[in-house]
């Protein structure tokens, strides 16, 4: 089955700065890159997503590269603000146009302190 | 909000007790699942109904019993629960579990058994 490794687990930066949080996959057959944000008190909610058949997908400060040959994908938060700070969770799975089962394998999560 | 809503948000219970969580979702979606978030571990699935019908089983205890009468609700009914069990079970609902990918999670209910 697939396996999705995600780092860092933790990850703390200045209000402004950059984060990157990255993630590899097992399964050459996985085309579907979901990423997810945990605020506290809260279930995920998805921020951005990418399908195998693009390279990087961008809105606003949130961007996302997918790298298919070496099966990693990458999440890059520009000019990060306090309320950025929360856990974010890549997945990865199989999504069939005409159909077949969807279930996202999820990364262990990255806890995102971005500090005044 | 998501769309999708947990009762309780918080329960604890003793190994002896029968308990139920429920998830409700207001978004028209035709797949349900349910997912148990334990501290520095994935998040595990646990079940998949689409059209009310349980398509995946995780290899989940049978002391978790799912119940999901029609598409718009799903119960988690919870008996003779260990200690480790403890954890945030999540609810999540997608318009169709083959062809839309997007997953409405809801805010989760923090179990904790003594």
């Known amino acids: 089955g697939e396996n999705v490794e995600q780092h860092p687990s933790t990850l703390s930066v200045q209000e402004g700065d950059s984060a990157v949080i990255k993630c590899t996959y097992s399964d050459s057959a996985s085309n579907y890159f979901p990423w997810y944000k945990q605020e506290l008190g809260k279930g995920p909610q998805l921020i951005i997503d990418?399908?195998?058949?693009?390279g990087e997908k961008k809105d606003q400060r949130i961007a996302v590269t997918l790298n298919k040959t070496a099966k990693h994908f990458s999440l890059h938060i520009t000019e990060t603000q306090p309320e950025d700070s929360a856990v974010y969770f890549c997945?990865?799975?199989?999504?069939?146009?005409?159909?077949?089962?969807?279930?996202?394998?999820f990364g262990r999560g990255t806890s995102l302190i971005v500090h005044p | 909000e998501t769309g999708v809503t947990q009762t309780p948000r918080h329960l604890v219970m003793g190994m002896t007790n029968k308990k139920s969580l429920k998830c409700e979702q207001h978004?028209?979606?035709?797949?349900m699942y349910w997912y148990k978030q334990s501290a520095k571990k994935p998040l595990e699935l646990m079940f998949v109904y689409n059209f009310k019908e349980q398509t995946e089983n995780n290899s989940v205890p049978s002391r978790f019993s799912p119940e999901c009468p029609n598409s718009s609700h799903l119960f988690l009914h919870l008996h003779t629960l260990q200690p480790e069990d403890s954890a945030l079970y999540l609810c999540?609902?997608?318009?169709?579990?083959?062809?839309?990918?997007?997953?409405?999670f809801g805010p989760g209910t923090r179990l904790t058994v003594l």
């Open positions: 997945a990865a799975s199989i999504a069939h146009a005409s159909g077949g089962s969807y279930i996202p394998t």
């Open positions: 990418i399908r195998s058949n693009v």
């Open positions: 978004l028209g979606h035709n797949a």
């Open positions: 999540a609902s997608s318009q169709d579990r083959d062809r839309r990918n997007e997953q409405f």
